[in-house]
């Protein structure tokens, strides 16, 4: 799928003279949509294999270089007079056949290539060395996109009288892919999406050929049937080699791999530990499956009277009736609940693959755990499924759900750009009122260290704001922590957290001091009674109201309560601090202080010189047109303000959706897929406007009204309507969004076509104009989550609705220094922009 202003790249050309087998009959709709859904199966696979190759974070490098590899297809046409004298269909089958082949090769790249990121922040010679690999599998996957923007450059410019029907033939290969790439991933593997992308782009290069000779027709049929091999035959495909942070699976324990729309999960035999399945997650050991005869007595193997896991039980005054467990993975948690007397538990997983395993690949292992009478396995989104129960707990169990043994997670900063919604003031308080009288909120993970705790403190900041936020404003009554030393791939401190609404009795905090004193290596954080000194977990829960303001301020790091708003709980460093030392090596111990922060300011900075390169720099090519264009800077104004205004409210909006259509998958597939269609028929319905100078200003008003909607009453519908079918809130999704994709996909096309008959130069202007667009696109991609992550999701809605302003002034300010027309007069791309 391409960016609305794609609709626009030239004046309308001829196709060139070059003779074909079959006369031109075809409105090449079967071309384009193949070209756009290849596309975005290509990007959506590939964040997938990235987050497990290297890390979650850089995924975000993955939507960038697809916006700059179509942006800089489309400046190619623009600019190379060889693909403009080439006829249609020369083009279209070379890019189809170019696209499926490097899209291939880069695939094998990628895969061989092995990264360790994390000696990039070390700056010595092995530094420079991986970023050079870095940047190797950057241009892979930037390639793979070049042709897909010459494809749709080059339909768009030559066939304007079809610019509806194309236009809707490339929105409905997006909307296919976002539709049915998860369940390609699912099904077939990430990898195999890729090769099944390329399958479709050999099959449409065969069907352009057949317009041309047999030898067209069967190079792309090889193309085609080489990579459709490869998408069907098992292990053919090559394995991802993981970055060398990560903890591959040991040679000759592995016993199952499946990708999945959320983590690729792969399954392993426990050296040492024949009771035990590990589950690595992305390529991380953090969960495993354990063996079970489905006897309470046959528990005892595990020793849980001497875990951590056991401190719950131990203060609670009685078994659990209903317990909820947020994040089960692979049931060890069930398992002690159902030790101590758990009458039943709600085991709520996100990740459907791991659902599977427990629930059927291995139950006979598990002891049917998910098909015992006392449990109920979920696949669902912990948060979600709770703020839609009518259900109240004895027990909400958290044991590191975002990150299943969020100790190793630490170990490679993996998680420091993840929006973690279960962690923020709002979801802690969800949780707490879902509580029965008397019930009890647990919350466990690793640590990186005992020195700061940072993710400890950070979680009793955010919990003492939950309860204030409850009318509760003495923390120290309510909250008990201690850290234990867990072996896990080395010793690391496991921090466990109990949180009642209802102070905890004098009985319960001796319980809980006998129990701590059960558990090896244990020491007690805090306690009611405890002077606000010793650990920063204490003194962030003792810490009197007046003097907390001051102690979060003068805390080295960022540790106050995380929101909805800004809900990255594991971004610690500030960001002052980030930009500062960004030249200076990191300790490769502390891998949690600013590693994901780096890469993403790294992103910036590259975003900006990879634009500035393929979307820019080209123009000097055609330097001398480009001198004599007139109002470049006004028109770079409004161009760059419709790009950073829509990549703003597209990523506000995604999170803002993301509880109420209760998985991330869903909110990324339905916000963009809506988004795509809306905008497509505002593109179409900008062609009826008589007059288009003042339709942008009528549609700013009409933005304006929509970002007051978005800003404060966005969320408290969707949480009224949380409890509602999913089927049901996909629909309210798409009429959220409906009216904002419609102003959206007017402002390019009207703005274009008016701008470029200011001048001589409509197709350079047109150009110039995508050009200046992709840039603002591309680089707020990266931009919009560093502001979200400094200032809060809000704060980036509101420059959303900036930039559209800033446009729209630039607009008013181009219009007045235009030679006048009459009223609804054509435009001289009226018809190409459409």
Known sequence: MVSPSSAALARPLADPAGPTRAPWRFSHHLEILAASFASLVVEISYTRIVSYKLFYYYVYLIIGLALLGVGAGGVAVSISKRIRAASTDSVIFWSFVSGAVVTLLGYLVVAAVRIDTLTIWLYNGRSFENLALLFLLCLCVFASFVPMGVIAASLFSRRPESIGGLYFADLLGAGAACALVIYVIWALGAPAAVTLAVTVL????????????????SAGAVVAAAALVLTIGSGLIPAQTLDASKTPVPPGTGVASHWGPVLRVDVAHAPGYPDILNLYHDGILGAGIYR????????ARYDFPHDPRSLPFRTMTRPPQREAVIGAAGGHEVLASLYYGAQHVDAVELNPVTVNLVSHTFANFD??????????????????????SHQKYNLIWYPAPDSYAAGNGALSSAYVLSESYLYTTNGIQTMLEHLAPNGMMVVQFGETDDVYDLRTARLAATVRQALANLGIHDPADHVLVASTKVNFLGFIPLSTMLIQRSPFSASQVAAFRAGAATVPDTTILSVAGQSPTGNPVNSVIATPARSLGSFYAHFPYNIQPTTDNNPYFYHFARWGNVISNFLRPLNSVDRENAVGERVLFLLLLVSVAAALVFLLLPFAAIRDTWVAMPHKSVSAVFFAGVGFGFIFFEITLMQLLNLFLGFPTYSLTVTLMSLLVFTGIGALASQRIANRRRALPLLWVVLAGLFVFYLVGLVPMTNALLGLPLAARISITLAILAPLGVCFGMFMPIGLGEIAGLGDFPRQYVAWGWAVNGFASVVGSALATILAMAVGFDVVLWLGFGSYTLAIAAWQLLVRRGAPRQAGGPSPLGEAVG
Not at 202 to 217: I, P
Not at 367 to 388: E, T
């Open 202 to 217: 050999g099959a449409a290069a065969a069907w352009v050929g057949a317009r041309r000779s047999r030898l067209h027709v």
């Open 292 to 299: 079970w005869n489905g006897q309470i007595s046959d528990l």
């Open 367 to 388: 002891g049917h755990l998910a098909q015992n009478p006392h449990v109920s396995y979920i696949n669902a989104d912990g948060r979600s499924y709770i703020a839609r």
